[in-house]
């Protein structure tokens, strides 16, 4: 049972701020960029902050390694997509997705980098994950307002995890279509493996400067996988 489930999310992110700091690194919130500034000037092109922080973090580097877990298409409400291509030749990234239906998706938009690597996997214990997402058949039957120009796999697809319920939620307030709840709701089965092992199953090189994570409730999961002293890396962003 992941150790999230057991503690509230303030002791949990007590014990991991804990661990972290004893070994000299430190958790900062990236603050949100308001849509519209004070001064009323378009946001569209603007750097994020983690776009910042990767640019100063090439510098010292010279090529970035950089991991996403949770990786969906890549591209639509993807933090890293914009920076990873403008930066082609100095970045190296290994993009980790579960969903099978979504390869074929996320390896089309990373075609045109030269270094980009796809991998069909969790990352977790050794084993398999369950993992319930939403029936491709009530794709077009979802209807989330903050995917209005969203491909139709897009935002069923974002919500996929390892809990039902979560899964559930979604479906209850998005969905429109014929099926019930529980038959709109479908469960595979996927490899599972610390991510050391998927570096090495995929031969991606260390080091390790930026981990991405967005892994819809299991990100306690992918840190504790993530935290071989092999495997420190520079820059960790996962969603709160």
């Not at 509230?8 to 519209?36: A, D, H």
């Not at 996997?121 to 794709?139: E, F, I, K, M, N």
Request: negative net charge; aromatic residues 6%; hydrophobic residues 40%.
């Amino acid at each position: 049972m992941p150790l999230s489930s057991k503690l509230s999310r303030g002791q949990f992110r007590s014990v991991v701020n804990g661990v972290l700091k004893r070994g000299g690194v430190q958790i900062l919130r990236i603050p949100e960029i308001p849509e519209t500034p004070p001064n009323g000037a378009q946001t569209q092109g603007r750097e994020s902050v983690l776009e910042m922080m990767m640019g100063l973090l090439m510098r010292h580097r010279g090529v970035l390694g950089i991991v996403q877990i949770g990786s969906n298409d890549g591209v639509i409400n993807d933090p890293l997509y914009r920076f990873v291509m403008g930066h082609r030749y100095q970045t190296r990234i290994l993009l980790c997705e579960p969903q099978l239906q979504l390869q074929t998706h996320l390896r089309r938009n990373y075609q045109d980098h030269p270094a980009s690597m796809v991998a069909n996997v969790a990352v977790g214990p050794v084993g398999t994950l369950s993992l319930y997402s939403v029936d491709p058949r009530c794709w077009p039957d979802c209807k989330a307002p903050y995917a209005a120009d969203w491909p139709q796999y897009r935002a069923p697809s974002g919500i996929a995890s390892e809990s039902r319920q979560h899964v559930h939620n979604w479906l209850s307030a998005h969905y429109v279509g014929p099926l019930s709840l529980e038959e709109a709701i479908v469960v595979e089965e996927v490899p599972s493996l610390p991510l050391s092992s998927v570096l090495t199953n995929t031969g991606f090189a260390l080091p390790v400067d930026v981990l991405q994570v967005d892994t819809e409730g299991l990100d306690d999961v992918v840190w504790y996988q993530s935290s071989s002293a092999s495997l420190p890396p520079s820059l960790i962003n996962f969603e709160s």
